[in-house]
């Protein structure tokens, strides 16, 4: 996941996610920790006035230029001394109430020193700003991402991964077409039962997501026997690092994280876990506060078999529409199409007051129709006749600028509140990947604590040379 955004490519993107306004505009990530330099701002958000603020816009994209091996030379000095990185005391002798405390409990990854820790470290220490924005994003969701981990008897460190992934941001997305927390690619996520359609993708999900990634993240582990090589592959693609393995063990040269020849992301991503673990593990160390957040659930689940607008639900809730949204991300239209029984997250506190509303409510729940488009209808004049802009039309049906649109297109519109809803099923908006050009990329091999370049030829044949944050994801 690389840290600046193609400029054209943004746009053209556009309106392919909904993007909560939960990443702030010009946010940097520390996936690109390399990029000193400031980066562009963030796409304004649109919205109707006449239909009310709805915040559906282009993301705030720190990930979209992939991060070149030259770029490694532009690393900071280190803010602190090199010296040992010291673990806050935690009180074993009764449960936590600090779900950092329950975190640094459950550490379990062997730890890595190296200079790179020390730049990613430094990297953190010189943006407190990031940080407190991360961690409020990750309240909503690291105490349920800790419960899953600790379930399945996994490292602790693991719940922090969110971090160097998305900066806990659930609407993130990489040029890649990598979304949520856990960036998952659509082929993977479709791969670990994510599903994807126009109403919804399962990638931004955070309780579905947070399930496919650590069933993903499992099966590398047991395919890897160790934390930092099952990490790398969930960075560059298990295919990838069981041949960079397989290169070394013909080589008679060591298999482990800092001896494989990789890409210089993948070179610093597990490093950059270990800057997030020792912060973690002693923030007053490196001038950093972390603000607590409670060893309680944030959000519980309530279900509804009916169709329903957002900003219905986030009413009936007693919610602050932003606070539910960012609770449920997956959902990627103003409208809720209930599929069955659809489940939707709320604050522990506000579930009964959900379903009382709903259980009482006589109105209707839903204002947006499916409308087919006829022979001769333009998105123009659909605009018109439902007192909308083009614009606004295209970003809540993710229309993207070169997406042809005529006769038989379905379209999500605006209606009168009585209307009987009519929302079909629908699939996914289009997407095109994009190629890298042919040309070589260098790689990078760590051993003993330096960096060596070595070559590695590739080109835009195969799927895996596509311009990626994370090309197995």
């Not at 806990?168 to 996520?189: C, D, E, K, L, M």
């Not at 670990?192 to 359609?197: D, H, I, M, P, R």
């Not at 990789?262 to 876990?273: D, I, K, Q, S």
């Not at 729940?365 to 909308?388: C, F, M, P």
Request: net charge positive.
């Amino acid at each position: 996941m690389a840290h600046y955004r193609i400029a054209q490519l943004v746009v053209a993107l556009a309106c392919t996610v909904l993007a909560l306004p939960v990443l702030a505009a010009g946010e940097e990530t520390p996936l690109a920790v390399a990029q000193l330099a400031a980066p562009a701002s963030a796409p304004s958000t649109t919205a109707e006035t006449g239909l009310g603020a709805w915040p559906v816009a282009a993301p705030a994209r720190p990930f979209d230029r992939a991060l070149n091996p030259e770029d490694m030379q532009g690393a900071q000095t280190p803010a602190t001394d090199g010296g040992t990185h010291l673990r806050a005391t935690v009180d074993l002798t009764s449960p936590p109430t600090s779900l950092w405390d329950r975190i640094r409990q459950g550490f379990g990854v062997s730890d890595m020193s190296t200079p790179l820790v020390q730049q990613q470290i430094n990297w953190f220490a010189n943006r407190p700003d990031f940080i407190k924005r991360t961690v409020e994003r990750s309240s909503r969701y690291l105490y349920h991402i800790v419960e899953e981990v600790q379930k399945r008897g996994m490292p602790t460190e693991i719940a922090l991964l969110p971090v160097i992934e998305s900066a806990f941001n659930p609407v993130a997305y990489s040029r890649a077409h990598a979304s949520g927390i856990w960036q998952f690619i659509p082929s993977t996520g479709k791969l670990y039962g994510l599903q994807q359609n126009f109403w919804y993708d399962g990638r931004r999900d955070v309780m579905a997501a947070t399930s496919a990634a650590l069933d993903y993240l499992q099966k590398l582990y047991d395919m890897f026997g160790s934390w930092d090589l099952a990490l790398a592959a969930y960075n560059w693609g298990e295919g990838a690092v069981s041949r960079a393995i397989a290169r070394n063990t013909a080589r008679g040269l060591p298999t482990d994280y800092q001896s494989l020849a990789m890409p210089a992301e993948t070179r610093y991503y597990f490093p950059r876990l270990q800057a997030v673990k020792d912060i973690v593990a002693n923030p007053a160390q490196y001038g950093i506060t972390l603000d607590e957040i409670p060893n309680r659930p944030y959000f519980t689940t309530v279900t509804t078999s009916r169709h329903i607008d957002m900003r219905v639900a986030a009413r009936m809730a007693d919610t602050p529409l932003e606070e539910f949204m960012s609770l449920n991300p997956g959902y990627s239209r103003p409208v809720i199409r209930a599929d069955g029984e659809q489940t939707l997250l709320v604050p522990m506190e506000k579930a009964d007051t959900f379903r009382a509303n709903l259980a009482s409510n006589d109105q209707p729940l839903v204002s947006w129709q499916a409308y087919q488009l006829k022979s001769g209808e333009t998105l123009d004049k659909i605009a018109a006749r439902h007192n909308v802009t083009v614009a606004y039309l295209r970003q809540i049906n993710s229309i993207t600028p070169k997406r042809k649109i005529g006769a038989g297109t379905t379209v999500l519109v605006p209606t009168a509140a009585s209307a009987t809803p009519n929302l079909p099923d629908m699939p996914a908006p289009p997407i095109t990947m994009v190629r890298a050009p042919k040309k070589a990329i260098k790689h990078v091999r760590g051993t003993a604590g330096k960096q060596k370049s070595a070559l590695h030829r590739t080109t835009a044949s195969a799927p895996r040379k596509i311009i990626v944050a994370h090309s197995s994801r």
